[in-house]
Structures are given as structure tokens and as C-alpha cells.
Nanobody, 113 residues
């Protein structure tokens, strides 16, 4: 099983980033996918989840209206579009398959001027 995140980086406040997570080694289209994040000195927190078919999504209150999770089951990839970024969004972002306990290696997002 592999979950490979990409798309992180340094962005100014108010900017945007799109994270991608390429999955392999399991039936991707059958599972809920989630994005978590962990900021320095803080616990890991759930950012967003999406059901297997992509119909239902849910978000942390802190990112509602700014972040959008989506998936392409033909490409075995889940995305996180992040807009109106704030310094508080700075963290390592992880892709995960909650029911299977698989995690990616994470990608760093830094929001700073």
C-alpha cells in the first residue's frame, strides 16, 4: 500500500494550494479517504473526509468554506484544494484511509508572508 502526497509548499496568506494523494495497493474506490494535519506542538486533527463515491464530504469547522476535498477514482487520487490560506493552516498534511489505518508520509504546508 502506498499513499503519496504532493503539492505542499510555502504560500502567502490569502493564497491557494492544491494537495494531491496518489494511492495504490488497495481498492481505492471502495474506501472513505481523509486528510489530516498536524501543526508543531499540536495534535493531529481531521481536516476533511470524502466517501467512496465522492458524494458526501465533511470538513473541520476551521476550514469550512475555504477547503474542498475531491477524488478521482479513475486515477486513484484524492485532492485537497485549499483557498484563502491563513498562517494557522501551517502544518504537515497527511492523506489517510481511516478504515484501513494507512497513512502517507505527509506534505508540508507553510503559510507565511
Amino acid at each position: 500500500v502506498q499513499l503519496v502526497e504532493s503539492g505542499g509548499g510555502l504560500v502567502q496568506p490569502g493564497g491557494s494550494l492544491r494537495l494531491s494523494c496518489a494511492a495504490s495497493g488497495f481498492p481505492f474506490r471502495s474506501y472513505v479517504m481523509s486528510w489530516y494535519r498536524q501543526a508543531p506542538g499540536k495534535e493531529r486533527e481531521l481536516v476533511a473526509s470524502i466517501t467512496s463515491g465522492g458524494v458526501t464530504t465533511n470538513y473541520a469547522d476551521s476550514v469550512k468554506g475555504r477547503f474542498t476535498i475531491s477524488r478521482d477514482n479513475a486515477k486513484n487520487t484524492v485532492y485537497l484544494q485549499m483557498n484563502s490560506l491563513k498562517p494557522d493552516d501551517t502544518a504537515v498534511y497527511y492523506c489517510t484511509v481511516p478504515l484501513l489505518g494507512y497513512w502517507g508520509q505527509g506534505t508540508q504546508v507553510t503559510v507565511s508572508s
